[in-house]
T-cell receptor, first 114, second 111 residues
Framework: DAMVIQNPRYQVTQFGKPVTLSCSQT?????MYWYQQKSSQAPKLLFH???????NEADTPDNFQSRRPNTSFCFLDIRSPGLGDAAMYLC?????????????FGAGSRLTVL | RKEVEQDPGPFNVPEGATVAFNCTYS??????FFWYRQDCRKEPKLLMS???SGNEDGRFTAQLNRASQYISLLIRDSKLSDSATYLC????????????FGKGTSLLVTP
């Protein structure tokens, strides 16, 4: 089945220790997104890619970086995680054209910062 | 003002009840609108898109009022399995393919 896969599902890190979360997709969608969701809060868009075009949200901290080496993969790098970065990180994809903007999510990567 | 606002609830309703959720959005230039469902500790999943003329999918009906910048979701004949958080999602104009989420409305359907 075509899908969006996130790894790892659970990540525990120490304060300040860099973390990389990965996302892969077999849907061949042009657009890939990273959202941060804290408990009982809305998913917050960090950034998205349209093909290789990177779109950063104005309020996304510099501590968060992303790479998209090819259509299928996208990475979220948290350079120096703080306690406030503990959250579920959701990767999503969407197509352009017909059916645009409909998001398919991965199962998420839950980050704990000690 | 938040870009997408929802009443967080929770809404506690008995099985078989009809329940309605509301959502308002701040940018009148937004073009596309959706309702997603999120179960506890799971990822959001598309429930339905919202079309200008309103649309129905089984027990679910979505309405859009562009003049009031308001979206609604009506669930008829609630089932226990409808218990979840319902998220309103709106495209962000002039921002590529960005989509903003509301905080969600929590629904608990009880026997």
């Amino acid at each position: 089945d075509a899908m969006v896969i996130q790894n790892p599902r659970y990540q525990v890190t120490q304060f300040g220790k860099p973390v990389t979360l990965s996302c892969s997709q077999t849907l061949n969608h042009n657009v890939m997104y990273w959202y941060q969701q804290k408990s009982s809060q809305a998913p917050k868009l960090l950034f998205h890619y349209y093909d290789k075009d990177f779109n950063n949200e104005a309020d996304t901290p510099d501590n968060f970086q992303s790479r998209r080496p090819n259509t299928s993969f996208c990475f979220l790098d948290i350079r120096s995680p703080g306690l406030g970065d503990a959250a579920m990180y959701l990767c999503a994809t969407s197509r352009t054209g017909a059916g645009a903007n409909v998001l398919t999510f991965g199962a998420g990567s839950r980050l704990t910062v000690l | 003002r938040k870009e997408v606002e929802q009443d967080p609830g929770p809404f506690n309703v008995p099985e078989g009840a009809t329940v309605a959720f509301n959502c308002t959005y701040s940018n009148s230039a937004s073009q596309s609108f959706f309702w997603y469902r999120q179960d506890c500790r799971k990822e959001p999943k598309l429930l339905m898109s919202v079309y200008s003329s309103g649309n129905e999918d089984g027990r679910f009906t979505a309405q859009l009022n562009r003049a009031s910048q308001y979206i609604s979701l009506l669930i008829r004949d609630s089932k226990l399995s409808d218990s979840a958080t319902y998220l309103c999602v709106v495209t962000k104009p002039n921002s590529g393919y960005a989509l903003n989420f509301g905080k969600g409305t929590s629904l608990l359907v009880t026997p």
